[in-house]
C-alpha cells in the first residue's frame, strides 16, 4: 500500500462547479500537507499547505485536514477551464529531515 | 519563484553514457532534491541533500549519484544511463517559512535515453 493514496481520475466537472478532491494518507505521525497543481509538461505548483485539523480557504481553493480519520481534501469552488491539471498531494511527517511524500495526482478536467 | 534553474531542458543520449544533470538555486536553501516522474508512478524521490557535502538516497536511487560542493549546485549523475532511466527529473528546494517548510520544484528537464 502506498503511503499517499490519489484516486488517478480524471474527474470531471463543468465549469462553475465544485470540484473535490481526495488523498488518503497512512503514516498518523504526518504533519504537514500540501496540494500542488501540475499542469501538462510543467513542473509542480504549491498551491495550500494545512497544517491543523479543519478547512483552510484561500480565495476559489479550500484544504480540508481530518487527522483522525487520515485524509485531506480540496475543494476547488466556481471550477474553471484553466483548473484542468493534474493535482498531487504531499504528506510530510514531523521532525528531522523535510521528506514529502507524494500521491500519483488526479486528473482534473472542468468542461465548458 | 524560488529561483531554481535546470540543465540542460531537454536531452537525449544513448545507452551505456554518463550524464549529468545541474540544478542551481539563487536563494542558499539548505534542503535541495531529485525526484522522477513517470506515468502511473507519480512523483519519485532519487537523493537528496541538507547541506555540502551532505547527501542521502532516496526512493529509487540505484543508478544515480549525487553531488552537492555548493549550496548553490546539486548534480545528479547517471553513471550508465539505461532506458529505463528515461523520465522527467524535476529538482526541488525546501523553504522554511516559520516553523513549517514547504518545497519548490524547478522547471524539469526531460531526459531520454535510446
Known amino acids: 500500500q502506498k503511503e499517499v493514496e490519489q484516486n488517478s481520475g480524471p474527474l470531471s466537472v463543468p465549469e462553475g462547479a465544485i470540484a473535490s478532491l481526495n488523498c488518503t494518507y497512512s503514516?498518523?505521525?504526518?504533519?504537514?500537507f500540501f496540494w500542488y497543481r501540475q499542469y501538462s509538461g510543467k513542473s509542480p505548483e504549491l498551491i495550500m499547505s494545512?497544517?491543523?485539523?479543519g478547512d483552510k480557504e484561500d480565495g476559489r481553493f479550500t484544504a480540508q485536514l481530518n487527522k483522525a480519520s487520515q485524509y485531506v481534501s480540496l475543494l476547488i469552488r466556481d471550477s474553471q477551464p484553466s483548473d484542468s491539471a493534474t493535482y498531487l498531494c504531499?504528506?510530510?511527517?514531523?521532525?528531522?529531515?523535510?521528506?514529502?511524500?507524494f500521491g500519483r495526482g488526479t486528473s482534473l478536467i472542468v468542461h465548458p | 519563484d524560488a529561483g531554481i534553474t535546470q540543465s540542460p531542458r531537454h536531452k537525449v543520449t544513448e545507452t551505456g553514457t554518463p550524464v549529468t544533470l545541474r540544478c542551481h538555486q539563487t536563494?542558499?536553501?539548505?534542503?535541495m532534491y531529485w525526484y522522477r516522474q513517470d506515468p502511473g508512478h507519480g512523483l519519485r524521490l532519487i537523493h537528496y541533500?541538507?547541506?555540502?557535502?551532505?547527501?542521502d538516497k532516496g526512493e529509487v536511487s540505484d543508478g544515480y549519484s549525487v553531488s552537492r560542493s555548493k549550496t548553490e549546485d546539486f548534480l545528479l549523475t547517471l553513471e550508465s544511463a539505461t532506458s529505463s532511466q528515461t523520465s522527467v527529473y524535476f529538482c526541488?528546494?525546501?523553504?522554511?517559512?516559520?516553523?513549517?517548510?514547504?518545497?519548490?520544484f524547478g522547471p524539469g528537464t526531460r531526459l531520454l535515453v535510446l
Open positions: 526541488a528546494i525546501s523553504e522554511r517559512g516559520g516553523s513549517q517548510e514547504t518545497q519548490y
Open positions: 504531499a504528506v510530510n511527517k514531523a521532525g528531522g529531515s523535510y521528506i514529502p511524500t
Open positions: 494545512i497544517y491543523s485539523n
Open positions: 536563494e542558499n536553501h539548505r534542503y
Open positions: 541533500s541538507y547541506g555540502v557535502k551532505d547527501t
Open positions: 503514516d498518523r505521525g504526518s504533519q504537514s
